[in-house]
Structures are given as structure tokens and as C-alpha cells.
């Protein structure tokens, strides 16, 4: 087992660097889960019965196999199965990673690729089971809409299909996808899978979808509109999301696994920003932080955000000042600049613990009138100071 995925490893990475060895390229390959921009593990369990969910005590679906290998694992029974991350839709498992370097943009060529296998109980159930997607970040749809292009595999053990939404037949959150090509697969069995994606603009057909599988010619459709409504940016993701019912017929863990996860950037050495820095850095504080973002790209634009959101280059608040900081919050930049892609996204998180006011002082005895000398005492809770005047 293991020699056959070292040879399906060196055989893809043999063709990719033959295909591209005359261009030079910006390609972004996953090593560790950390490269991925976003980590959807799923924390919550559906049960049929009770009609509710549970929290899955911390398992972890998504894990690092080995470096540059990862697994999506989502459990099933006719009872309970594992649900979509924190969200509310029990029809559905989701264990996916996304993001891997900069933004796919409108006219650029991207190549993705994955190398991947199922467990050997894997058979699909005939409904959605999609195991790579090609996602909007903007536009009508923003993140949240349909897939422009998935891997997804059909009913039984055998059958699956690269298959595509653009705007001019599948509007916007309209899931209604063309076939690009057809891929044939075995429970257990290593698949080497390369997507070249051409995108558009909304209307133009200048855009290609082609596919290579084990290393073998590209092929798919070519001058085709390639767009999601009105959308100017794409990000890719690699996992495992699926429909589940009380009928699917699944196996109790079934997984996919992701081996030589990368995405490249064809369209030339386009380098990307430098990455925000923060000022000051995560950490605990006792007031309120002005916090200075910065990239040492000369003339680079920062967009930040403060409700936990990924900043783009058309989402978020632009950097003109330090932004002041006032309550625990977690920052997140990118920048971006004429004549290079986008930096990553980084982030820092701000708790501020301001300790608490102390009471109005006391005075004991009271205020009154006395006939005799008095010694007073003046506490205040909270405080380790009392100053106090006479006059």
C-alpha cells in the first residue's frame, strides 16, 4: 500500500514538473494542516431519535496522516452520524480543508491537485458527496453559494464526476452542474486527479476546465464561460461533504484521504504581498490596545476585519489608522498590491482583562457630630490606594 501511493506520488509530481518546467509558477502545496487557510472540523453529532444534536467531545475528524497526507473521516449510522461543523443542517456531513495560498482571480489559470483514496467499505449513496470544490469568495453568492467546479462521487464504487456550475444555466445558490469529465475509482485505491481551471468574467466563454487523471492527457471543456455571478475571486477546498440520511447504506467511518493537496498559479511568477504584521502582537492586556497593521510591500493595501471573517481584497475595513482595540477581539489582515497576489491572511487576537473599579470609599465612624476626637478609617474595595485631603 504504501509503495503504491510513493509511486503514484513520484509519477504525478514527475508529469507536473514536465508540463510546467517552461513556465515559471507560483504554486502553494499543503505540507501540514496549518497551510490550509480554513480548518472545517465537524463538532457536533445528529441523533435521529431525539431530533438534536450533541457536541462530539472533541474528535477530531480531520487529521495530518503523515506530512502532506490528510484524512476526512465523517461517521454514520442509521441512528446518529456526524454533522457540518457547529452549523444546524442535519442532512448533511462536512470534513474539509480550504484555501491554499492566494485567491484563483477572474482570467487566471490555476492548476489543483490532490492525489486521493477512499476507505475500503467507500460507496457513494447516489446523492451529493462532493470530495473537492472550486468556491465563489465574492460576488452575488459570496462564500456561501453553489460550487463553480467539484469532484464528486455517484452511487455505488466506481463512478464519480468533475462537473461544473457557471452563471449563464446555474444562477446564483443554483446547484445545476455540467459533467466535465468522468472519473472511474476503487475503494482503497489511489487516484491521482489534476484540475486546470481558466475562470471569466460573467458572459465571456474564454475559460477551460480541463482534467488529467493518473498522469494521463487533459481533458474537459475549453471556451466556456467559467464564472459564478458576478464573482471576481475563487478558493478551492478538499475533503469530504456529503448528504446523510437514515437510508444512505454508508459504512460506520468512512474517509477520503488527500495526498499532494497543491494549488498553482499559471499564469506567470506572480509574488505575493507581504504578510500583515500586527502592533502589538497577540496577547493578554490590561487596556484598551491601538493596534498599527503593516506589510513591508511598497504601496500594498491592508483590509482587516474584527468579526472573525476573511478579509479579501473587496471584504473587509481598509487600514487607514491603528485600529483601537477595546475588547477581546481577533484581527485579521491581508494585503495586496499592483503586480503581485495577495498575501495571506493572518490574524492576531487581542484579551483585554481590564481589572475592575474599585468602590466608593468608606469612612468609619460615619460622617456626624461628635463630642470627642475621632480616628477614621477609610477602605475602599478593590483598591490597594485611598488618597484623601482635609482641606
Known sequence: MYSTKQNLLTRGALLLSALLAPVALHATTATHLTDFGVVEEPQVIWHVSSSSFTS???????????????????????????????????????????????????????LYTTTWRTNSAFKGSGRFCHITQLKSVDGVEMESGAPMITTSIGSGTSSAVVQYCSTNFSPADVFSPKPVRNVTWHPNTWLAEQIKVTTTADGEKTGQIVVSLNGDAFQGVTKVEVSRPQSTMYYPKWGLYRKQETTSGFSPSDYIQHSNVSATNMNGPTNPAADPTFSPGTGTYSSTQNVTIASTTSGASIRYTTDGSTPSETAGTIYSSPVNVSSTTTLKAIAFASGFADSNVTSATYTISVGSVPSAPVFSPAPGTYSSTQSVSITSAGATTVYYTTD
Open 56 to 110: 462530539d467531545n472533541g474528535f477530531q475528524n480531520i487529521t495530518e496522516v503523515t506530512p502532506g497526507t490528510f484524512q476526512m473521516l465523517l461517521n454514520w449510522s442509521t441512528s446518529q452520524w456526524t454533522g457540518d461543523r457547529t452549523t444546524t443542517n442535519n442532512d448533511r456531513g462536512r470534513a474539509e480543508v480550504q484555501t491554499l495560498g492566494p485567491y484563483q482571480k477572474t482570467h487566471e489559470t490555476y
